[in-house]
């Protein structure tokens, strides 16, 4: 069962006040992620604690970076579900992960931030990775 959409709300607000555009269907992935020009950044959003201490703030502070993606989107685990399991489509070869981050470069995938590069990290840390990202690849 997802959560309430009232519970859930401030946290897809997070992101989406920071200029992410949510992909809520199966057609909103696929019409605007594989023909995004640039730097797209795809965002797995969750309810989980290192989403909310780790994750989404860091995502947010990595933003002020001088390189950065070109195009913002999220989708939310647990609560867009068809959504989600499109675009983790995009994100093969790696399992699904939540929270996430993808960033591709016209539609290839060339950095994956897992769970498990967020959970027990701090915010600054999921920012300084997604930096020397947006440096590489931006």
Do not use: W
Not at 24 to 47: C, F, R
Not at 59 to 83: C, H, W, Y
């Amino acid at each position: 069962m997802p959560y309430p959409e009232m519970l859930v709300a401030p946290m897809r607000a997070e992101l989406t006040n920071v200029g992410f555009t949510e992909l809520k269907t199966i057609e909103e992935v696929d019409s605007l992620l594989p023909n995004a020009k640039g730097v797209s950044m795809v965002v797995v959003n969750s309810v989980c604690g290192c989403a909310a201490g780790a994750a989404r703030p860091g995502i947010i502070r990595s933003l002020t970076n001088e390189k950065k993606p070109d195009n913002l989107f999220t989708v939310f685990a647990g609560q867009d579900t068809e959504a989600v399991n499109k675009a983790r489509e995009f994100m093969l070869p790696y399992p699904p992960s939540s929270p996430s981050v993808a960033l591709f470069k016209d539609g290839k995938l060339v950095h994956f931030v897992q769970r498990l590069e967020v959970e027990g990290h701090t915010a600054e840390q999921v920012a300084e990775n997604l930096r020397k990202a947006y440096d590489q690849y931006c």
